[in-house]
């Protein structure tokens, strides 16, 4: 949402200003330029990246609209999900556990939780590695650096779309060049014409640079970054995860567990103690 907003405000103020200037709205709309600007883009683009990571880019630009999942809320969910998850293990043992980690949508304390089993990379991280813990033989180092190797591969796939459209971006003002080079060319066929109709045409040219510039650092730009920003906020997510479960494997009690969890949250999102306690014991 706060995308959108942002987008319509960097918008109006151009539009604003450049009709307090006495500026003609009409004039900026030149569809050729558009076309060639927008088209090189794409075809750039789909040239450097492989199907995957378009189809990831296209995902993730379109969640930016949505907002970051990360939120107090959620977090709470996720800290009271392993509380409740290992205080049954103490009480049944860890072998019960294997039922909720095998289908956890169907797991009578995980379905309790849909901010948790919305986030199918999270669902994954968590179950797979209670299924290493409960295989048993694994020593706690080689434990944290199996789940390092999975955020590593996770996160470096993750960044990928904005890395891609970031590429983009950077080309968009070389894109507006490009068009405004090609209405000059037309511009000198049109020599001998009256100085209104080549002061015209070179407007219409410019309008290409305007048009690159203002994607590259008005529009694509700032979505770049917030899908990065976005991209750490699920890092963030999956480092509580791992934090709580280092603390369970070595033997903590399911509150102090959970704490090391909630120590690993950003600090925008992070939940008090009194409140994460009294989240915990409902």
């Not at 407007?203 to 899908?227: Q, R, W």
């Amino acid at each position: 949402m706060f995308a959108i907003i942002g987008i319509v405000v960097v918008l109006g103020s151009l539009v604003a200003g450049y009709t307090m200037h006495g500026g003609q709205l009409l004039v900026l709309w030149q569809i050729s330029e558009f076309i060639i600007i927008g088209g090189a883009a794409i075809g750039a683009f789909i040239v450097a990246n492989p199907m995957t990571i378009i189809q990831a880019t296209i995902k993730k630009a379109l969640g930016t609209l949505k907002g970051s999942p990360a939120s107090k809320k959620n977090y709470l969910e996720l800290l009271q999900m392993m509380y409740e998850l290992f205080m049954f293990s103490k009480r049944e043992g860890v072998i019960a556990i294997e039922p909720h980690i095998e289908k956890p949508k169907e797991s009578s304390i995980l379905s309790k939780y849909p901010s948790f089993l919305a986030n199918h990379h999270a669902v994954d991280f968590f179950c797979d590695t209670m299924k290493i813990i409960l295989s048993g033989g694994l020593p706690v180092h080689d434990l944290e650096e199996l789940m390092d190797i999975d955020l590593d591969t996770q996160h470096h796939q993750e960044a990928k779309p904005a890395e891609a459209l970031n590429t983009m971006s950077d080309a968009f003002p070389g894109l507006g060049i490009v068009a405004a080079v090609l209405g000059v060319v037309i511009t000198m066929g049109k020599i001998d014409q009256p100085p209104a109709v080549i002061g015209q045409s070179v407007g219409a040219a410019l309008v290409g640079t305007f048009i690159g510039i203002l994607l590259c650092y008005g529009v694509v730009g700032p979505l770049v970054k917030n899908m990065e920003n976005i991209t750490h906020d699920e890092h963030q997510y999956m480092m509580c995860i791992k934090a709580s479960l280092l603390s369970f494997v070595k033997g903590a009690p399911p509150l102090v567990a959970v704490e090391f969890g909630r120590r690993a949250i950003s600090l925008y999102f992070r939940p008090t103690y009194e409140e994460t306690e009294q989240a915990v014991k409902k």
